[in-house]
């Protein structure tokens, strides 16, 4: 099934573009570095899963809910700052985030800074696009582990 897959996307590449695709295009990087931050938030949300829905399943879903809370508001008020800051030694972030170091990585993909005291958009204005799709991710993560 898989080879039928890929036949039919370099097909498709061929009709789009005139020519083959190249080598390196049905390669998946693992160096997270490389990855676009879309890829990157579900490689570590997917880590996440595997590390966590074994070991301490409750504590994985505390954490999903509330990156999906921080996203959220970052989303649905891009310009508002009190949404762009997450105080790093706020309890709730203590309890709930910062033992799944994961977690600091998605936002951190989503446009989040480790500034020393906080996370934080630099930015002006928030990538809402990310943080949706980062929103998505984590719905899907949630439901996967019910």
Request: include cysteine.
């Amino acid at each position: 099934h898989r080879q039928e897959l890929r036949e039919k996307m370099v097909e498709d590449y061929r009709r789009r573009f005139g020519r083959d695709p190249p080598a390196d295009y049905f390669e998946k990087s693992t160096d997270v570095g490389q990855m676009k931050p879309k890829e990157a938030i579900a490689y570590h949300l997917r880590n996440l899963k595997k590390e966590y829905k074994e070991s301490n399943l409750q504590g994985l879903m505390t954490c999903l809910k509330t990156l999906r809370i921080y996203l959220q508001n970052a989303h649905d008020h891009p310009t508002e700052k009190k949404y762009h800051k997450i105080n790093k030694s706020n309890k709730a972030f203590q309890e709930r985030v910062a033992p799944f170091g994961e977690a600091i990585e998605v936002l951190e993909n989503c446009g989040f800074c480790d500034t020393g005291s906080a996370l934080e958009i630099t930015n002006s204005v928030a990538d809402t696009w990310l943080c949706g799709q980062a929103v998505k991710f984590i719905d899907v993560t949630m439901q996967q582990l019910h």
